[in-house]
């Protein structure tokens, strides 16, 4: 699902006919969620989180898709294959592991690297 369509779900799932009322109840201002909108911007994990919740579809798999749409060939070979493998509780503990801020970021990508590939093997 793409960002147009998450918005457009999000607005028809909660009424609210406006981007500025959708930016507002994930807490982002309007011009930001138009950005998104047009594909000139991408926002947070956590933003998308709250907007995937507000429209009704599934975290795990939104930012999934986010990851692989940014991710290059081999890295959306691996986003692919997770959608695939993981089932969504353990999709939504390796994003929690992604989107939780780490004191050492080199220690905190290792530490995710090996949960995925405990998860997978």
């Known amino acids: 699902m793409d960002t147009q369509e998450l918005i ?10 406006s981007l500025t009322g959708i930016a507002e109840a994930i807490g982002i201002n309007q011009s930001s969620l138009s950005l998104l909108k047009s594909g000139k911007s991408e926002l947070s994990d ?34 692919a294959h997770l959608a695939k493998a993981l089932p969504k509780t353990a999709a939504l503990f390796v994003i929690a592991l992604i989107v939780t801020p780490t ?18 093997c």
């Open 8 to 17: 457009e779900l999000a607005k028809k799932r909660t009424g609210i006919k």
């Open 46 to 79: 956590e933003t998308y989180i709250k907007l995937a919740k507000l429209a009704g579809v599934d975290p795990a798999e939104v930012i999934i898709e986010k990851h692989m749409r940014k991710a290059g060939p081999e890295g959306q070979k691996i986003w």
């Open 103 to 120: 004191n050492q970021a080199h220690a905190g990508t290792f530490q995710i690297f090996k949960v995925i590939k405990y998860l997978l």
